[in-house]
């Protein structure tokens, strides 16, 4: 993609920055226009750690929806999160933008009283369960019509059953006399 203003990490989240100071919804659909584009085109970019001040992973934008970026992480490769990310716009930035440390400090100054979190948290990968593991509770579910039930538990509730019948025993013999 041919870099024009508009079509920058860097450009849109000064345009947010102005959009909240200034409280301008133009800016705001100015901004939400450019991340559609962006995401078109699968723009990469990083996200960037302002704990680190580093950036902590390189991502490919998909589009933009709820108020987030929608962002692939494409390096390095965590098997444990979610390949797709919603991400903020605030915690994004160009590759020329994060070459070091003052670079992505200078972002963070300017970006400092909007954001809420210093690092992006990431959603986790939902583990699917084996396919062999999936069949055992498939068919432990229609083999017993009381899931979870485990000796530990039939224990108490015979416990239990011995106790309300003494008690109704007891009841019975008072109520005789």
Known sequence: MESTPSSSIKWLRERLVQARRARDLK???????????????RYRCCLLDY??????????LLGYEQGRVRAEIEYPINPGLSQVQLLPLSHLADYHEARSWNDVRRIYAAIAPFIHQKAVPLAREARPRPADEQARYAEAELVSPVPNWTPARIGWFAAGGVVLAGIFLLLMLKAGH
Do not use: I, K, T
């Open 27 to 41: 800016l705001l659909e100015q901004v939400e226009e450019g991340l559609h584009a962006l995401g078109e085109c």
């Open 51 to 60: 704990d680190r001040f580093e950036p902590s992973y390189y991502v490919r």
